[in-house]
């Protein structure tokens, strides 16, 4: 059984997100290996941002990332720059990287401020869902119902038509 694993800024507190959040773990469960890393944002109490305070919260947020990443992971951060594939793209990079010796698939959502160039250039795969901009509690529904997804191709259901 593949193992993917989710690590992600912040939290899905609660409601409709959280609910669809639990309901494709539910169904991942006898698919997959998941496994969701839900990290701490650094908060910028900061009034006046700039891109070196935001730059240096993004290092910060790259070190506890990095610390997660489990060995021998092929690692897809998502990213707006990224490249969209589609569902069955999606399946297909599963079955491969399971062929090619990669014992985890590691997805990396990052906070509002996106991801660290540090992150990104360490990725085997820089992913976008779409040119417009989702909620990061959005974005872990969608990359969850795409992970189901991809597996449904797969196993050949019926869920994917």
Known sequence: MQNITIIAMGKVQKGFMLDGCNEYIKRLKPL???KIIQLEDVQLMEKNLNETLIQKTLEKEAEEIIKNIP???YIIS???EGKQM???ELAKTFSEKAVEGFSNITFIIGSSHGLSDKIKNMSNYKMSMSK???PHQLARVMLLEQIYRGFSIING???HK
Do not use: D
Request: with cysteine; net charge positive; charged share 15%.
């Open 71 to 73: 060995k021998q992971s």
């Open 78 to 80: 998502m990213c707006i």
């Open 32 to 34: 997959c290996n998941l």
């Open 157 to 159: 259901s019926k869920y």
């Open 132 to 134: 417009m901009t989702f």
């Open 86 to 88: 589609s569902s069955e």
